[in-house]
């Protein structure tokens, strides 16, 4: 398959990529009187960082075996991206105070690649758009339920999302988790002080348990 996009649209593809692994994310969530409102959080790559240095201590030792299954699968998944995008731009740049796979990934976004350089640019977008979504999942609770029901605020139901092993699978648009209600296709976000409200603008039973 030979798709003809031109080569900004390349480019920009290629930053949304580069931003969707190490750029802030924005979070929509629900306040108490009902209005949507929005805020950043840290990046998927540094979530995951920090999630396994406050899980391996300060001791500078990786210790794998004292981990638990899903953080030795994040261990896996950050040695692969570093690796990887070191190999993609050796070059990490002079220190601006973030990591060096930060720093290479930036320089790759910034640079005008020529033409010939387009299968491989492509390649990189698919890498770190699945390095996105399998870190997604890695930073998400194990433990969650789904509703089926439309999303209050784009009224989507299902998503297909790829699981760690890269199959596209169908899931409930809304789930929760123990931060709160997320729906996958807008990101509008309900925190558990608000699951009454949910639960009216849904007019469903929620799950047992779910309430305090
Ligand atoms: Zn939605």
Known sequence: M???TPRAAVSHE?????????GHRLRNHIDSDGAIRSGYSESVYDEIRAELAARQ?????????????AWVEGLDWLSDVDATVAAW?????G???????VRRLNLLAATAWAPEYRETVDEWIAQLRRWAEAGKGLLEPVHRWEL????PACQVRTVHRPDTAGEYVRQAALQITADGCVCQSCHTRWAPTHYRLLAAALGCELPTGVLE
């Open 2 to 4: 030979t798709r003809t």
């Open 14 to 22: 290629l930053d949304d990529a580069v931003h969707a692994l190490i």
């Open 57 to 69: 201590g300060d001791g500078g030792s990786l210790r794998p075996r004292s981990l638990p299954p």
């Open 89 to 93: 731009h050796p070059d990490a740049g």
């Open 95 to 101: 220190d601006n105070g973030h990591t060096e796979t």
């Open 148 to 151: 089926v029901a439309a999303c």
